[in-house]
C-alpha cells in the first residue's frame, strides 16, 4: 500500500514539474530560424518602366514633320490636313522626347513649305544624330488602313526600326505593315540623309478608324511615349553590349 501511494506521488510529480519543463526545452531546440528575404532591388525594364526613365544619352534627335506650307497633303473638307497632323504629332513627339532628357530639334516648327533639300540643309545644320520623319498615307480605297516604318539598310536602324514596330503594336493604333529598309530611295528624306533616319507612316487619312485615332489627342501621345521607348530600349541595348565586349 504504501509503495503504491508513493508511485502515485512520483507519478504526480513527473506530471506536474519534469514534463512542463521537458516540452519547454523541446520547443525552444526545435525552434527553425528561417532567414528575411532581402528585398529585391532589381527593376526591370520593360514598356510599363520605361515611361519615368530619363535618358543619359546627348544625341540630337531632329523630328521632321512632313508637308508644309502650299503643300497640304491629303485633305477632306471638315478635316485635319496631313501638314497639320504632321506638325501636330511631330511636336508631341519632340516635346516627349526633351521631357526625359534628350536634346531635339525640328525641320519645322509652324507651316513653312520645305524642299527636301531644305530639310536636309536644317538637320545638318543643327548638328542631329538622329531623324524621324512623320508622314502620313492615304487611299482611293477607304478600307485601306495601318502604319509603317521605312528605314535605310542599317543593322542598327532595322533593330531601331524593330523597337519601335514593338513599342508601337501595345498602343493598338491600328495594322502594321511592315518594316521596310529596301524601299528607302522613295523616301528622298531617307535616300539623301546623311545621318541614320526612321520614316514613320502613321496611317491613312482616308481611312475613318486610322483619322479618328490620328486625330485623338490620346493616341497622339501614345505615339510620341512609343518613340520615346524605343530609344530608351536602344540606349539600353547599347550599353549591354558595350558591357558585353568589355
Not at 530619363?54 to 485635319?80: L, M, P, Q, V
Not at 539598310?153 to 533593330?159: L, V
Request: net charge negative; aromatic share 8%.
Amino acid at each position: 500500500m504504501r509503495r503504491a501511494i508513493l508511485f502515485l506521488i512520483f507519478a504526480l510529480f513527473l506530471a506536474m514539474v519534469i514534463q512542463p519543463n521537458l516540452n519547454k526545452q523541446i520547443k525552444e531546440t526545435s525552434k527553425i530560424d528561417v532567414p528575411e528575404q532581402a528585398e529585391s532591388k532589381t527593376t526591370l525594364i520593360t514598356n510599363d518602366t520605361v515611361s519615368n526613365k530619363r535618358s543619359k544619352s546627348k544625341a540630337i534627335i531632329c523630328i521632321d514633320a512632313s508637308r508644309g506650307g502650299s503643300d497640304a497633303g491629303y485633305t477632306s473638307e471638315g478635316h485635319t490636313s496631313e501638314k497639320e497632323l504632321n506638325l501636330t504629332i511631330a511636336q508631341k513627339i519632340g516635346d516627349t522626347l526633351e521631357s526625359v532628357g534628350y536634346k531635339v530639334v525640328y525641320t519645322r516648327s509652324d507651316d513653312s513649305s520645305l524642299t527636301t533639300e531644305d530639310r536636309i540643309t536644317a538637320l545638318t545644320a543643327q548638328k542631329a544624330d538622329y531623324l524621324i520623319s512623320i508622314q502620313m498615307n492615304s487611299s482611293s480605297d477607304s478600307l485601306s488602313k495601318g502604319y509603317s516604318i521605312f528605314t535605310q539598310p542599317n543593322e542598327k536602324m532595322i533593330q531601331l526600326a524593330k523597337e519601335l514596330a514593338s513599342t508601337m503594336s501595345s498602343i493598338n493604333l491600328s495594322q502594321f505593315e511592315g518594316i521596310d529598309s529596301d524601299h528607302y530611295e522613295n523616301f528622298p528624306i531617307l535616300y539623301d540623309s546623311q545621318i541614320p533616319s526612321i520614316l514613320l507612316e502613321l496611317g491613312y487619312l482616308s481611312n475613318s478608324d486610322d483619322y479618328s485615332k490620328l486625330t485623338d489627342e490620346t493616341f497622339q501621345q501614345k505615339i510620341a511615349d512609343a518613340l520615346h521607348k524605343a530609344f530608351w530600349i536602344k540606349s539600353i541595348n547599347t550599353l549591354r553590349s558595350v558591357f558585353f565586349v568589355l
